[in-house]
């Protein structure tokens, strides 16, 4: 039977994790088929051989995608998507899980009722290694309009279910293997999505994000950090001017500038932080009237007198 969904589940050094996120998708409460596109990274821990165990004992199920070679990320992600078969593609980090047996079902329902829906993303809880509860995202109202998708941003990639003909079309389109300055996969992907489609949030917590010190996107790196927040900034920036009329320019542009100072002002010195503000003063002109600015340098300021 052709699987209505196929699930991503990309996996690089997960070997602790990985067992949980596949056992969490097989027991699915769903009255369609499901396959799961398993797309393993030549790690240097035993996560080939855990994807080896499920891919033997579940061979209608799952399908193991390798190489002799780490591929990287980016073309992990692309092998996986275009060996799917299903209608609707969703995601899964082999270090997060789903934590609801029936949100496909669900999320499913939603979409097949409505063809116009492109995406369909829930809550999500983010938790650390150790499995505790850091907090949940996004935090407010869930967002479903690439106008305020742009503005703050919603979307926990695990929790995702999305349009497969759209994100072949947004690799096609987009060709993110032509923007090696995008530090993401999944910010771009669903922003396409959003410009072309209806974008659907279910309000209830079906998957959970775990959040290590050492991720990019989360990273105690001062540079690591840094280009990650600019890498997503410019991502947004990006595709507001081409898919929103540069609506968001103003904000976005603020938006960089405070996140890479607030990052400055924990871990980085008085130097790079003066640095940082006076380069975007002279980009973008108004962040010399940034009050946010001022009042990051005076903690920054106060957290070194403290410490001293």
């Known amino acids: 039977m052709k699987p209505l969904v196929s699930v991503i ?109 492109g995406l369909c993303y829930t809550l999500a809880e983010r938790r650390d290694g150790e499995g505790r509860l850091v907090g949940c995202f996004p935090i407010g109202e869930g967002h479903t309009s690439l106008d305020m998708m742009l503005h703050d941003w919603c979307v926990e990639n695990c929790t995702t279910l999305a349009s497969r003909e759209l994100v072949l079309d947004y690799y096609a389109t987009e060709k993110p293997e032509n923007h090696p300055e995008w530090l993401t996969e999944d910010l771009p992907m669903w922003l396409y999505v959003a410009a072309h489609a209806e974008v659907a949030y279910i309000d209830k917590a079906t998957a959970v994000h775990r959040v290590f010190p050492d991720s990019v996107s989360h990273s105690t790196s001062l540079a690591k950090r840094l280009a990650f927040c600019d890498s997503s900034s410019n991502i947004k920036l990006w595709f507001d001017e081409r898919y929103n ?36 003063v002279k980009e973008n002109k108004m962040g010399v009237c940034n009050i946010v600015a001022y009042g990051l340098f005076v903690k920054k300021l106060f957290r070194l007198a403290k410490n001293k």
Request: aromatic fraction near 12%; charge should be negative.
């Open 245 to 280: 009329n540069s609506k968001q320019r103003r904000h976005l542009l603020r938006e960089r500038m405070n996140t890479a100072l607030w990052v400055y002002s924990h871990i980085g010195s008085v130097d790079d932080f003066v640095k940082r503000w006076w380069q975007e």
């Open 9 to 117: 589940v990309t996996t690089y050094n997960h070997e602790p994790y990985l067992a949980e996120a596949l056992n969490a998708i097989l027991s699915q409460e769903c009255d369609f088929g499901v396959e799961i596109i398993l797309g393993e990274d030549c790690s240097s821990d035993n996560t080939l051989g855990v994807c080896k165990t499920f891919a033997q004992q579940y061979p209608d199920k799952i399908t193991l995608i390798t190489s002799a070679e780490n591929v990287g990320w980016r073309t992990n992600y692309r092998r996986c998507v275009e060996a799917a078969r299903g209608k609707y593609i969703a995601f899964c980090d082999g270090d997060d899980y789903w934590c609801d047996k029936s949100r496909l079902a669900e999320q499913v329902a939603l979409m097949e009722q409505n063809p116009n829906i």
